[in-house]
């Protein structure tokens, strides 16, 4: 019966322009207008307003606005939306993956479809709440109409709307099928929405609804897509960024049965094929000869070096990113200095499931069909409208699963691949990127250096703090546009960089590099990076004072009280103070990240012939706000100590004459279950806004273990990642720490 | 081209390929079971584990040429109703996180499972250690494998 009603969220292409580059996103997006039909529209339900259908048997459908890739958003977004209509979790479902951004977009990003920053539920907080409290006050009002009585007189319990002076119930199945929905639901205000003493579902541990499909293999990946009629694509991409092919030798792949057609691009090669081994096949045997650019002199080890030279070179002020208080001053009266320098190095993202996607390209070429896992539907809708000079509403975008996100699937970079072949060869292409492509085109944290230093007063107050982060920008590669915009301040590079410390003059400032390495974010984006060198430094700052390292962060807490219960909250868990086994240590690491108060504690030993550090046990305490799923935050965290180890000790992208060193797994190596230590969590709910959950641990891991090191070396560890080489190497130096 | 008969999930089929071509490309793409994944093609990360005569094995280092008169068996063929105790235990521990790798690591475990019905914890990390799970369920992995162990 119901047409879905016109949305009362009125599209804005500019804010959502500002938004999606917020994000560091290079790609026209033309025209947003009816990217597709109203998906709430496509279930046999009676449609209210875009966001849920329901059925006259009670069943209830949501809008999915966020990708799915193991984060479980999913769910805690239906969660969310289910608890303000007042619906009966048992009867709730949701739909497909949305790709209209006019109607789903988060407004964290300003309204594009993206699932990055572990913003889904931060961001669609009010915008899904208010969504579903009109969709409840509708079914209200069309059963106050229906029964002649005040609307004031009637409450809902789990999908019923009830009357209890003359006990009358109507199912909101019921009231589905009779109500007739006006082009605008009734507006609510964000006063009436639920408190949270009402909550009956939020803050439950829920189960997820995509975990059924991935014990039997049913969950769909971009990876299993089937098209009719489709070929086999992949692409070998120039070892160097940006280098385009010079020439191409067709003869090399001669022998390989099946190969439909070679397909040169601007920096690839593409081979289609009637089979995916005949297609990697003739990656293998494929013999091409690049030009030259400018990042073939590249190389990351002598330009880390330069980076810390650079840092320590004051007489560049850099860019300033906080500047509060008077730190010269502060550091001219200091009684005491401290003093470091720290590293971090390049880092793949290793998803498990390598970079695929499925194109169909019409006849006419100003059309074409997606099939792919990716967290911005928004990007890749815009970049193959721009690609094939068409309008939005001429893509057509079918989101899978993600087999692993953590900002790899943020860029459309696949994109233009998949199209060019699909065009060359008129059918659709399945184009599946080896992992060793993968790893040769990886899209890297930054590298960086950093220079730390801290002024302590006569009393042994900490008056000053400089940071100087030197680093290339992850947005000048991504969306250069974004970097003027931020007057040269990278939100991702530098995100992470202020500190939730109490100290009265600050100076924080950031020295661009420009080398041309190929950058985006990375689980725990700049925090991954500046609270390493943060963390093992305020740890430094404690050594100097004589402090113990928790008792100085409560300190330099004092008037916060979600990081005093966070940081005791851990260090009670920890046996922070007791006595250890033998070689054993803990560290400890604190900080706010993505809104989420986090801190860490890690025990680790080492073997000093060998050089390997192995953790043992980890614990974090968190306050993320309003814990919608209580079980997926501490899922979530247990990934993040997983994730954050692996970083720390093992993970590292070298690069040699422009580029990648490394080439599958055996040589970029992630954390394996051997590697895992005994995990507990302690989720601190609190009556705020929830906070993002997917990386909040994961940057206080580094710095933890670095910590940890100290405690059992009495060597500082200021480059991350500690592999064992590096480990092997401070314990022979025998200079100042 | 050559053509090879085998079993898969207890089926008789018949495929058509380059000698050399991956087991896991004759599954996934040939057969269209995609429950089993392609991670690595290099032996380095279990995501696309099944069984051949009954014990684990990396389908992407095996070869159709070598897959005559064996019998497969891939995460669809585990259980009949995906209700195999490993299975039950997974969706109890809420395991999966992007479930990529899962398919590969419950056939691992349903191995280890056939051969040593109450492993102990240090022979449960032996056994899935060439497993990788990036999203980092290692621990719940763990808690399922004991959870099947106690409830079978
Ligand atoms: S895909 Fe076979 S082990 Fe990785
Ligand atoms: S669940 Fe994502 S790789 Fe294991």
Not at chain 1, 674 to 695: A, K, L, Q, Y
Not at chain 2, 137 to 143: A, L
Request: hydrophobic letters at 40%.
């Amino acid at each position: 019966m119901n047409a879905p009603a016109k949305s009362p969220l009125a599209p804005s292409r500019r804010g959502f322009l500002a938004g999606a580059a917020s994000l560091g996103f290079a790609f026209t997006l033309g025209d947003l207008g009816g990217v597709a039909t109203a998906q709430a529209a496509e279930t046999s339900g009676h449609a209210i307003g875009y966001w849920v259908t329901i059925n006259a048997d009670g069943g209830i459908q949501i809008a999915m606005p966020a990708a799915e890739m193991g984060q479980g958003s999913s769910t805690g977004l239906a969660m969310v939306f289910a608890e303000e209509l007042d619906a009966d979790w048992p009867k709730v479902s949701t739909l497909d993956i949305a790709t209209r951004a006019d109607i789903y977009g988060n407004p964290a990003f300003g309204g594009a479809l993206i699932t990055v920053g572990s913003k889904s539920i931060q961001g669609y907080w009010d915008k899904v709440r208010l969504q579903a409290a009109s969709v409840r006050r509708l079914l209200m009002q069309a059963a106050a109409a229906q029964w002649s009585v005040p609307l004031a007189e009637l409450t809902t319990e789990p999908s019923v709307v009830v009357h209890a002076a003359s006990v009358r119930r109507l199912t909101y199945g019921e009231i589905a099928a009779f109500a007739v929905v006006p082009a605008e639901l009734p507006a609510v205000q964000k006063s009436e929405l639920k408190p949270m003493s009402a909550y009956r579902i939020i803050g439950k541990p829920v189960a997820r609804r995509d975990i059924p499909l991935k014990v039997d293999g049913s969950a769909k990946f971009g990876m299993d897509v089937q098209v009719p009629g489709m070929a086999y694509g992949t692409i070998l991409r120039s070892p160097v960024e940006g280098a385009s092919p010079k020439k191409v030798d067709e003869a090399s792949v001669a022998a390989v049965p099946g190969i439909i057609k070679i397909v040169p691009m601007k920096d690839a090669v593409g081979i289609v094929a009637e089979t995916i081994e005949a297609a990697f096949a003739a990656r293998s045997a494929l013999q091409v000869e690049w030009g030259a650019v400018d990042f073939h002199g590249y190389a990351s080890e002598p330009a880390l070096v330069q980076f810390v030279e650079r840092a320590k070179k004051t007489s560049e002020a850099g860019l300033p990113y906080v500047k509060t208080g008077d730190s010269d001053t502060a550091f001219t009266k200091a009684a005491k200095i401290v003093t470091a320098e720290y590293t971090t190095d390049y880092l793949y993202h290793a998803q498990m499931e390598p970079i695929n996607i499925t194109a169909s390209v019409n006849a006419e070429g100003d059309g074409a069909e997606i099939w792919m896992g990716t967290q911005s539907q928004s990007a890749i809708i815009g970049a193959a409208a721009a690609i094939l000079k068409t309008k939005p509403e001429k893509i057509t975008l079918h989101p899978h699963f993600l087999g692993g996100g953590f900002g790899r699937r943020s860029a459309p970079d696949m994109v233009p691949y998949a199209l060019g072949m699909s065009k060359a060869v008129q059918r659709p292409v399945k184009v599946i990127w080896t992992r060793e492509q993968d790893v040769k085109a990886a899209k890297m944290r930054p590298m960086t250096a950093h220079r730390l230093e801290a002024a302590v007063d006569e009393q042994g107050n900490v008056t000053g703090w400089r940071h100087r982060i030197v680093a290339e920008s992850v947005v000048a590669y991504s969306a250069p546009e974004r970097l003027a915009q931020a007057k040269g301040l990278d939100p991702l590079t530098l995100e992470g960089a202020k500190i939730d410390y109490e100290i009265a003059n600050q100076t924080i400032s950031y020295l661009r590099e420009i080398r041309g390495a190929p950058l985006s974010a990375w689980r725990g984006i700049g925090a991954g990076h500046n609270k390493f060198a943060i963390e093992g430094f305020a740890d430094e700052v404690a050594t100097a004072l004589t402090v113990d390292p928790v008792a100085f962060r409560l300190q330099l807490c004092k008037s916060n009280p979600r990081a005093t219960k966070v940081i005791k909250t851990v260090a009670e868990m920890a046996g922070w103070g007791d006595a250890r086994p033998a070689e054993r240590a803990v560290g400890f690491a604190f900080g706010k990240v993505v809104d989420t108060w986090t801190a860490a504690v890690i025990e680790i030993s080492l073997d000093r012939e060998t050089g390997e550090i192995r953790a043992h046990r980890a614990w974090v305490a968190l306050d993320p706000g309003i814990a919608v799923n209580p079980d997926s935050i501490v899922a979530q965290t247990e990934g993040n100590v997983v994730f954050g180890l692996s970083q720390v000790l093992k993970e590292r992208v070298t690069i040699s004459d422009g580029s990648v060193d490394q080439t599958n797994l055996f040589d970029y190596r992630v954390a394996r279950m051997s590697d895992t230590p005994e995990i507990h969590v302690t989720v601190i709910p609190t009556n705020n806004p929830p906070s993002g959950m997917g990386e909040a641990a994961l940057p206080l891991i580094g710095p933890a273990v670095a910590n940890a090191m100290y405690v059992l070396t009495k060597k500082r560890f200021r480059n991350m990642p500690l592999i064992p080489q590096r480990v092997k190497a401070t314990l022979k130096d025998n200079g100042s720490v | 081209m050559m053509t090879v008969d085998f079993k898969i999930n207890g089926k008789s089929v018949s495929i058509s390929a380059e000698p050399d071509t991956p087991l896991l490309w004759v599954i996934r793409e040939h057969l269209k079971l995609t429950g089993t994944k392609y991670g690595c093609g290099a032996g380095m990360c279990g995501a696309c584990t099944v069984h051949i005569n009954g014990r684990s094995a990396r389908s992407c280092r095996a070869q159709l040429q070598d897959m005559a008169g064996k019998s497969v068996t891939t995460i669809e063929g585990l259980s009949a109703a995906s209700d195999h105790p490993l299975q039950k235990a997974w969706i109890a521990e809420q395991t999966p996180q992007c479930g990529y790798c899962q398919s590969g690591q419950i056939m691992q475990a349903a191995d280890l499972l056939q051969k040593n019905p109450h492993p102990t914890r240090d022979e449960i990390v032996r056994h899935m250690d060439g497993n990788i799970c990036r999203c980092g369920t290692y621990p719940r992995i763990v808690r399922a494998i004991e959870r099947a162990v106690k409830e079978g």
